[in-house]
């Protein structure tokens, strides 16, 4: 499962089972890749990309333009973090080719 369009909705329940979130973060480390679809808008994707890693990797009060209030960061320990943003990404596209 890749993250993109999801995140909010994991942020959102997030609010309502903080640990259920967490837990599932942890529990499927090995199935998920981070990902972002904010790629053609620049501000949009900068933006992104700090408040997602905020939410992965600090227990801090974030924000999201899909939640409406403030939520807690997960804060994801550094193993599971390499496998979402990096090995996972690795293991499924290694040998891939892409064509335009």
Known sequence: MDLSSRLGHLQMQSEKDYDGVRDFFIKYADRI??????????????????NDWKFLTTNQDCESTEVSKTFKGIQL???????????????????????K
């Open 33 to 50: 890749i981070y990902g972002t679809d904010a790629y053609n808008n620049p501000e949009r994707l900068i933006s992104s990309l700090i």
């Open 77 to 99: 320990p550094e193993e599971y973090l390499y496998k979402i943003y990096y090995e996972n990404a690795i293991k499924t596209y290694r040998g891939l080719t892409f064509e």
